[in-house]
């Protein structure tokens, strides 16, 4: 299906699924809608981020993705006083508070995927708002950093086959599941983490919002000078080191003012690493239906994870074993892999750099050059 058609159509879903939740009056029913409104959530992530991915050269993609996903960070800050907001309307046409909440949140966002349909253009080749010129340009921006499949693909089972047999993909899922189990954790707790510390739940809703709004910030820089240094790697493992400080000083310490900091930090560590890493792991596949299939891998491994998450936090008031565990993913999946991931690259690029890799394919002509992707010794991995 396509982008023009698949993200808005996603949209859509979306938002009437979580109307629909609004209106539901057994668990059996809410649970349905949840597992549709779950299908939508699972696509539309992944394919907005495939989609920039086919419209921006490599050393443009982290700043977009940033802004898109610092979207994440604004609405965590803000949605906990929507929701307060939304909630005294209970009573109102006989539904209570969280009902219109869903409800109107979920019609808001139906009535966006319908204007998406007007919005969203497919590929580059085919936006109907550039030009014939402006076309080809972009699309010459695209060739001249061998991202020429956007235009010249077609599906073959080979390009799944080729993303099982990647270990970035595999590296890729364990760095993610290292930023997303966390930011499910830290996103579901957060006013109950500040509310145990002493402060009313009213005090802990709005003391949730600062650690949000500086985390957007800093996803937005991280995603700017990535793309100036054309590194990603040294960044996941600079900003997961914030994280791990924030989640220790929240594990370790008793002093409310001391665990407050420590949210900062967490905020800090987890947000900017996700669109980094959807970036880094874009930028090191080259063929966009492999690309497509593995950034669907490694998101939907992330969110498999939401399941730790939201099973760990239940020893209040210290939270210590979901604390403890936060921790673990992000010093061994998030830091840990990035370092490693970063090392293979760094590995395989000095390999490619040698007069011996780039003979080993010299007798090939350049269609078969073009169409191995990645695997080719022309094409040098982003750090």
């Known amino acids: ?38 299908l939508a959530e699972a696509g539309l992530y992944p394919g907005i981020n495939y989609y920039l991915s086919c419209w921006y050269k490599r050393s443009e993609l982290g700043i977009r ?33 969280w009902a219109w909440l869903f409800i109107l949140e979920g ?72 930023a997303d189990m966390p930011l499910y954790a830290f996103s579901i707790f957060l006013p109950s983490i500040i509310h145990e510390l002493g402060y009313t739940l009213t005090s802990a809703q709005l003391l949730s919002v600062p650690p949000y709004i500086f985390a957007a910030i800093l996803t937005i820089f991280i995603g700017w000078i990535a793309d100036r240094k054309r590194q990603r790697g040294i960044f996941n493992i600079l900003t997961s080191s914030l994280g791990i400080i924030g989640f220790t000083m929240l594990l370790v310490s008793q002093n409310p003012g001391i665990k407050y900091a420590g949210t900062f930090l967490g905020a800090l560590g987890i947000y900017p690493c996700l669109p980094n890493t959807i970036t880094w792991i874009s930028n090191n596949i080259e063929e966009s239906y492999k690309r497509g299939i593995v950034l669907g891998f490694v998101i939907g491994w992330g969110n498999l994870n939401g399941i730790v998450s939201s099973n760990i936090y239940y020893r209040a008031p ?23 991931m970063r090392y293979l690259l760094q590995r395989e690029n000095k390999l490619r750099e040698s007069r011996e890799t780039s003979n080993s394919l010299s007798v090939l002509d350049s269609k078969t050059i073009e169409a191995s992707g990645d695997i080719r010794p022309e094409f040098i991995f982003t750090l």
């Open 65 to 97: 993705a940033a802004i898109f996903f610092s979207a994440a960070a604004i609405s965590g800050s803000f949605g906990g006083l929507l929701a307060a907001a939304i909630a005294k309307m209970d009573g109102i046409r006989n539904l209570t508070g």
């Open 107 to 178: 019609t808001l966002t139906a009535i966006l995927g319908i204007a998406s349909l007007w919005l969203v253009q497919d590929f580059p080749d085919k936006a109907k708002f550039l030009t014939p010129e402006d076309r080809a340009r972009v699309t010459q921006r695209l060739n001249a950093e061998k991202q020429s499949s956007v235009d010249h693909e077609t599906f073959e089972m080979k390009y799944f086959v080729m993303a099982l047999k990647d270990y970035k993909m595999w590296l890729g899922m364990a760095i993610f599941a290292g």
């Open 1 to 38: 299906m396509n982008p023009s058609r698949f993200i808005p159509i996603t949209m859509i879903i979306w938002g009437l699924c979580m109307t629909f939740m609004g209106f539901v009056s057994s668990w059996s029913g809410l649970m349905a809608a949840r597992w549709f409104l779950g």
């Open 318 to 340: 210290k939270y210590t074993v979901g604390h403890a565990v936060v921790l673990a993913y992000m010093t061994v999946f998030l830091l840990g892999g990035s370092f490693l």
